[in-house]
């Protein structure tokens, strides 16, 4: 059993930055693939970014290559989502993720959720 908490949402202009963060407890984070996504109003859930147990490997959505990091610190139970050059697009609730499988997946089927952060990008 894994609970993901978020925090680090809020209000930013467009071209700004923020960082989000997710804390887990439970189990040692290091044995699960860690993810973001995010959901728009009227929109599907969507893959954001990926890493693997051991950090080596990350993955992202085409729509933020480039602009958003992803990293994890395992000592601190802790991934993040450091997010730049935000455009209005980006506004989502975003939801950090755990998953036992051993493999960085795009679709929204982890294990594990948190319960959202809001990110609104706006002028």
């Known amino acids: 059993q894994v609970q993901l908490v978020e925090s680090g949402g809020g209000l930013v202009q467009p071209g700004g930055s923020l960082r989000l963060s997710c804390t887990a407890s439970?189990?040692?984070?290091?044995?699960?693939?860690l993810g973001w996504f995010r959901q728009a109003p009227g929109k599907e859930r969507e893959f954001v970014a990926g890493?693997?147990?051991?950090?080596?490997?990350?993955t992202y959505a085409n729509s933020v290559k480039g602009r958003f990091t992803i990293a994890r610190d395992n000592a601190k139970n802790t991934v993040y989502l450091q997010m730049d050059s935000l455009k209005p697009e980006d506004t989502a609730v975003y939801y950090c993720?755990?998953?036992?499988?051993?493999?960085?997946?795009?679709?929204?089927?982890?294990?594990?959720w948190g319960q959202g952060t809001q990110v609104t990008v706006s002028s």
């Open positions: 439970g189990r040692t984070v290091s044995r699960y693939t």
């Open positions: 993720a755990a998953d036992s499988y051993g493999m960085i997946i795009r679709r929204a089927t982890y294990d594990y």
């Open positions: 890493i693997s147990r051991n950090g080596a490997i990350t």
